[in-house]
């Protein structure tokens, strides 16, 4: 099992909609949780970090944290087709230490 | 201008030289790490350092060496060794503590031929 999994994609979307991207994790005790966008050749970019289960909302984007299930999610509302990238999900575990990604979902938000 | 500064942004090297990729941040970060990137792959873990003079392995550290002798640079060498050493690699730092993020420099390419 690997330690990130995503949803294997590409998913796509109409402009307009709601983007589910997905992530489970298989070590219990993380405790950090990042969503980073990469768009084709360029390095990720941080767009969201959550800690603690629940939601965490910053403008068009929410992730969603459920330890007990061990799984992390982002939604994106009101999709741009600026916003078709690969969307990787990334997992810390306590105490800091190794940051370790999933294997990211392409999203392609049509106009 | 803070950040995370990686060089050179392409690299070409013959099959069987060792390479050198450099990374510095001026973020004052505790921990780097390197990351290796195949076409439609995502990041996977090469070595990580969380304290100067120290460094871990990652999930597929062969071939490869790194050094932490100073803060703000973690230099990592692809060395003959690595069968497959054609790749987008990717260097990030963060602080130390749990619930910190980590950073992206801007990514090497390297082609080996």
């Known amino acids: 099992q690997k330690e990130v999994e995503q949803n294997s994609g590409p998913l796509s979307v109409p402009e307009g909609a709601i983007a589910s991207l997905n992530c489970t994790y298989s070590d219990r005790v993380s405790q950090s949780f990042f969503w980073y966008r990469q768009y084709s050749g360029k390095s990720p970019e941080l767009i969201m970090s959550?800690?603690?289960?629940g939601d965490k909302e910053d403008g068009r984007f929410t992730a969603q944290l459920n330890k007990a299930s061990q799984y992390v999610s982002l939604l994106i509302r009101d999709s741009q087709p600026s916003d078709s990238a690969t969307y990787l999900c990334a997992v810390r575990g306590n105490q800091g230490g190794k940051l370790i990604f999933g294997q990211g979902t392409e999203l392609s938000v049509k106009p | 201008d803070g950040g995370i500064t990686q060089s050179p942004k392409y690299l070409f090297r013959k099959e069987g030289q060792n390479v050198t990729l450099s990374c510095e941040q001026n973020?004052?970060?505790?921990?780097m790490y390197w990351y290796r990137q195949d076409p439609g792959q995502g990041l996977r873990l090469i070595y990580y350092s969380q304290i100067v003079n120290d460094f871990q392995k990652g999930d597929i550290a062969e071939g490869y060496s790194v050094s932490r002798e100073k803060k703000e640079s973690f230099p990592l060498t692809v060395t003959s060794a690595q069968k497959n050493p054609t790749a987008f690699y990717l260097c990030?730092?963060?602080?130390?503590?749990?619930?910190?993020?980590?950073?992206f420099g801007q990514g090497t390419r390297l082609t080996v031929v």
């Open positions: 973020l004052n970060h505790d921990a």
């Open positions: 959550i800690y603690s289960n």
């Open positions: 990030a730092s963060s602080f130390q503590s749990m619930n910190t993020e980590a950073f």
